[in-house]
């Protein structure tokens, strides 16, 4: 009888254990996506998607610049052409979920175009985008980029 109820403990426990790394393999995947999305949107410029879709209202940007920022200030870089590049490329190295939260970090390589700072060179940068679920939408509620490296 001992033995049976461990068993059943064990099995149970086994279970639990699997479903939760299925899930959490389920958002980590979906979180990927939205991060590949939010790449392309941005490099096509797509601001339909970026503003209705990806980035939050309230979302709140450390910029590459060294200065704070808001989504409304990004929609404006967008539309004049400041954020326009030639490549974007997102290596993500870690995402952590937390809540509701999903921690998004790594690395950036860019290639400005037109009126940019560093246009034609290969910008490298650090990156964290976080990500909230509210009402089953996952958007950016803040994010943070630094430039380690112009080439």
Do not use: C, H
Request: glycine share 4%; aromatic share 6%; proline share 2%.
């Amino acid at each position: 009888m001992k033995y049976s109820i461990r068993i059943s403990l064990v099995l149970l426990s086994l279970v639990l254990a699997v479903s939760t790394v299925v899930a959490q393999d389920q958002r980590e995947t979906e979180i990927k996506q939205l991060e590949n999305a939010e790449r392309e949107a941005v490099l096509k410029s797509d601001s339909l998607l970026l503003f209705n879709n990806l980035w939050s209202p309230d979302m709140v940007i450390n910029t590459p610049a060294n200065r704070v920022g808001t989504v409304d200030g990004t929609k404006m870089q967008l539309r004049t052409g400041k954020l326009n590049y030639a490549s974007f490329e997102r290596i993500i190295e870690k995402i952590t979920f937390n809540e509701n939260l999903a921690i998004v970090m790594g690395e950036e390589k860019i290639k400005p175009q037109g009126n940019q700072e560093n246009a034609g060179k290969l910008v490298t940068r650090r990156f964290t985008n976080v990500w909230m679920i509210k009402e089953k939408k996952w958007t950016i509620v803040a994010r943070q980029a630094t430039i380690i490296k112009v080439d």
